[in-house]
């Protein structure tokens, strides 16, 4: 009977220890791992079973981290730069695979970490395959008008301490690096103009009620992507795919491991 082995560390950076937690099958038929970058508000926690279900559907290791600031990998203290989509990719995300000795590698990332993980696949010849999740590639109006919103909900203290649950004393910058930064005027002006590199192939979610994007998203995503893509837009659905279509998200992506 297939099972998943479960590894937790603390993987040292330059910068600070970084939490990551590995899903392996006892039997897997691929060494080739899927690595998970986690949105905005995210860690590795938060991800819940979807680590675990994956690394068993499709029968390879799932790699998951706390993005540094986030979880519980290292604080941060001042917030992120405005370019921090393209510094995730190139810089942190670097650091750790090299640290973790990964070579071949697919990728998934949901909402902010579904662009990272754009960038990712567009800069890292050794990812062989992209799943991005409610990912912008932009900012739209609804962008702004979804984090206006959930600023507005966090100031109730029964939101905020949810978001402490899983980030400790940091979740107060969890948050600002979140809203502060893409509420920066000079962020409204962002777009990931590196879709035409990405050579892997590559698979496009998004809900179409999705709350922060609208699906002119995707299609542009997927329109714009050099490799063979496949666009998957789900009915009645909003920015969690994952956690509300799951069923559907699975019947996607084991299309893009067969």
């Not at 860690?43 to 993005?67: C, H, M, T």
């Not at 702004?144 to 649950?165: D, Y």
């Not at 050579?199 to 922060?212: M, N």
Request: proline residues 3%; glycine residues 6%; hydrophobic residues 40%.
């Amino acid at each position: 009977m297939l099972k998943v082995n479960q590894k937790e560390q603390f993987v040292n950076t330059r910068r600070g220890k970084i939490f990551v937690k590995t899903w392996s099958p006892n039997s897997s038929h691929s060494k080739v791992p899927l690595v998970l970058i986690h949105e905005s508000l995210g860690s590795v926690g938060q991800w819940r079973k979807f680590p675990a279900e994956l690394a068993l559907a499709f029968n390879r290791p799932v790699i998951a981290y706390d993005r540094a600031g986030f979880g519980f990998s290292y604080p941060r203290q001042a917030l992120p730069s405005s370019n921090f989509i393209q510094e995730e990719a190139q810089d942190y995300f670097v650091e750790l695979k090299q640290a973790l000795g990964i070579r071949e590698f697919l990728v998934l990332g949901h909402s902010a970490g579904g662009a990272i993980a754009l960038n990712v696949a567009a800069t890292d010849k050794e990812c062989v395959g992209l799943i991005s999740i409610s990912a912008p590639a932009y900012v739209e109006n609804k962008t702004l008008e979804g984090i206006r919103a959930a600023k507005k909900l966090f100031t109730e203290s029964q939101q905020f301490e949810k978001l402490r649950k899983w980030h400790g004393n940091k979740a107060q910058w969890v948050l600002d690096a979140w809203t502060e930064v893409w509420l920066r005027d000079e962020f409204k002006e962002w777009h990931f103009d590196g879709l035409s590199d990405i050579h892997c192939k590559s698979l496009i979610i998004h809900g179409s009620d999705d709350e922060f994007g609208s699906v002119a998203i995707p299609q542009y995503i997927a329109k714009h992507i050099a490799a063979e893509t496949m666009l998957c837009i789900i009915d009645h659905c909003g920015h969690l795919p994952h956690v509300t279509h799951k069923d559907a998200v699975f019947r996607q992506i084991s299309t893009l491991f067969n």
